[in-house]
């Protein structure tokens, strides 16, 4: 089963990882991958795995990433693109069977949109295509015939845990969470957190982004969204718990009161190899899990009053039509002014809050006024 696939974000912690599948896998190949500003990552992945195209997003990167390739006396130079153009190409380009979205933001779901138009099937590890556009994102994909395979840990465990059963027997969906390095906090602790605390996830190693998103929950109601959209259930039959040593990654309840769940030690390179190579299992080095050695596993309900993005994003699922691009585009901008020093820790949640209040809200909307509206609040 010979896979070339195209990586959007392949410097990020998914993109590094998918790599890394991608040397344990001889049958795939790279026909293309995307990167910003890090040119010394992305000059050694050109080394290694010879794509045809590559996108630098910074424009302004393009001649840094040429030099390196010079001095690496590498043979044959990739046609190097940039911009949202670049993006494009790369999730389009012809001889791509699959593509890695894992790229971070709303950048991510033109592209996505485009490939999908292009036939190609989607490994999804960016939660704001589906948060923002999942109707429109559905609508095409079944038009087009083609597959999304979750790469994000739950809802990959999700989709095993539904396999071979009737999707209209489905229950709920539990979407399990570890609860962030905040677990037990309360309003008062929360005030005195800093970014170097915020950065110190327990089990799992993430882009900067996505660990303060985990830390504020905001990262499960995003996958609360996102669950809905890849999953066709409504909001109130996702059910997120605290299951704060990570091994249960989510599970589906059904009608009878069964319960199927997929277990396994807190490693991104399951659910991406998953999604790369469906429906085989193949061998994955790293640890397994022994419940000798763990013991036991707990389970906590979220404290959605200390923790109020996981609130408020239930509450944009259940407006639904424009609210949800608003929570993400909000969560988005107060993230990057956190990591700036910007702003304190607990207003991030604010800034959501703000955004979502002052929204005039669009029931049905398009995906230029979808894009338009991150962009408007983003570059605000």
């Known amino acids: 089963m010979k896979k070339t696939i195209s990586i959007l974000g392949s410097t990020g912690s998914i993109g590094t990882q998918t790599l890394e599948v991608v040397r344990n896998n001889p049958d795939l190949s790279v026909a293309a991958i995307s990167g910003n500003k890090n040119t010394e990552l992305l000059a050694k992945q050109i080394l290694e795995f010879s794509p045809k195209l590559v996108c630098v997003y910074d424009e302004n990167q ?6 390196k390739l010079r001095e690496m006396n590498i043979d044959s ?5 940039s911009g949202m153009d670049g993006l494009i190409r790369v999730a389009t ?30 490994a999804l590890a960016n939660k704001e295509t589906l948060v923002c556009a999942g109707e429109l994102i559905m609508a095409e994909a079944k038009k087009q015939g083609i597959h ?37 906090y309360s309003r008062d602790m929360l005030k005195k957190v800093t970014l170097e605390d915020a950065l110190r ?11 303060i998103d985990s ?10 969204m996102e669950a809905k959209w890849l999953f066709d259930v409504e909001p109130d039959q996702i059910e997120v718990v605290i299951q704060p040593q990570s091994i249960i990654h989510s599970a589906v309840q059904y009608k009878d009161g069964a319960i199927i769940a997929q277990l396994g030690t807190p490693d991104m390179k399951l659910p991406i190899q998953y999604a790369l190579v469906y429906p085989e299992r193949r061998d994955l080095p790293g640890k397994r899990v022994d419940f000798f050695e763990l013991g036991q596993i707990t389970f906590e309900k979220p404290d959605m009053e200390t923790f109020g993005a996981l609130a408020l994003a239930y ?32 207003e991030i949640e604010m800034e959501i809050e703000k955004a979502m209040n002052q929204h005039q809200l669009i029931e049905k909307p398009s995906l230029e006024q979808i894009i338009q509206i991150g962009e408007e609040i983003i570059g605000s």
């Open 148 to 184: 999304i395979y979750p790469v994000d840990s739950e809802h990959s465990a999700i989709f095993q845990s539904l396999n071979g059963e009737n999707r209209a027997e489905v229950d709920k969906i539990i979407l399990t969470a570890s609860g962030g390095p905040f677990r037990g």
């Open 201 to 211: 996830h327990p089990n799992w190693s993430m882009g900067k982004k996505v660990t």
């Open 62 to 67: 393009i001649d840094p990433l040429q030099k």
């Open 215 to 224: 830390s504020t929950l905001a990262n499960k109601g995003l996958e609360v």
């Open 93 to 122: 380009l012809e001889p791509t069977n699959i593509v890695v979205t894992a790229i971070v933001g709303m950048v991510g779901i033109r592209p996505t949109m485009e490939a999908i138009k292009a036939g190609k099937d989607i």
């Open 77 to 81: 130079i990739p046609e190097i693109v």
């Open 315 to 346: 509450r944009a699922i259940r407006t639904g039509g424009s609210m949800p691009t608003v929570f993400n585009a909000a969560n988005e901008r107060a993230v990057a002014s956190f990591l700036k020093g910007k702003i304190q820790y607990l």
